[in-house]
Every structure is written in C-alpha cells, then in structure tokens.
C-alpha cells in the first residue's frame, strides 16, 4: 500500500472518529432549541412556559450560552411567574449584547411583576454606569485594553521627551497617560464585575 494512502487513511479514521461526536452534540443542541421555541410559542398557561425555561435551562446545560437562548428564557421566565430569575436571564443577555430594546422590556417587565408595581425606567445605577450596561463585555474588553495602549504610548513619548527637548511632546504624553489610565481603570473594572457577575 502506498505511505500516502495509507496516511490518508489514517487521518480519515481519526477525523471521522471525532466528527461524529461533534455532529451527535450540534444535532441535539439544534433540537433542544427548536424544541424549547415551539414550546414558548405554543404556550398558554404559566405551566407550560416553565416547560419551555427548562428546556431552554438544558440547553445551557449542554454548554449554549448566547444572547438568544438567555433573551427567551427570561422571556418564559416572566411568563412563568419566576421573575428573579428572569431578571438574571435578561442581565446575563446584557453582559453579552448590552442593552438592546428587548432586554430593557424584558428587564421592566420582570422587575414589575416582583414588585407588583409597573416599572416605567430601570434603576438609576444604569445611568450612572451606562457604559457598564450598553457595552457588551467584548467590547469593554477591547476599550480597557487601548486604553492600557494610550497610557504606555503616552509614557513612551515622556520618555523620549526627555532626551529631546520638544514641548510639544510634553502636553500630548500627559493626554496619552491620563486618558488612558482612566479609561483602562474603569473599563477593567467594569470587565472585572462581569467576569465575577458571571463566576457566581
């Protein structure tokens, strides 16, 4: 037998080997979802949207956290009576998309129904910390990390203003290290709650 062939061979037994498990999990996954959407879109008594959040809890169980899935489980949740829960659905959505149209609703809707009241605007916190709630965490990644970038640019040009006199450099590394700093500062800590938010 030829080597080529027969190392052909060999890749091929070892990649159909591992295809058909990855194949097996994406079909089930695929069928919990549809499963769990026909279930919401059926339902009408609070029972049965507690049927669909479960299905759509096995989901995330199976390992599928998107913004989608955590978007209509809270969606069943609020319809299920279980609004704390939804309103930690539709928080888990944020940290992924920020703030969308939805998720506000979804947020209002369920905060009214824990309190009883009707809920017109979100808590006052997400105003003050808006970046924190409309960005989603990826992003607030990315603008931590350029602003780590603009701190080191700006403490890089200090550092070569020293060994030429150009004052003009001097006013642009102060920029650089401040802006910076402050914007690694708050994005960081905005990522670091996140990451903690969804470690709990």
Known sequence: MNLRLFISLVLFVIVSFFARPLCAEYSTRQFLWEQANAQAASATKPEDYAKAAATYNRLQA????????????????????ESAKAVSAFSRAERYVGTTPEIRQGLLASISKQTGQKQKELPWIRTAFFWHFSLPCQMRT???LVGWLFFWGGLLVRLMKRHRKIHALESLSETGMFVGGVTFLIFTASVITTVLQEMI
């Open 62 to 81: 199976e390992g599928v956290v998107t913004a989608s899935l955590l978007m209509n489980l809270g969606s069943a949740l609020v319809m299920a009576g």
């Open 142 to 144: 990315r603008i931590a």
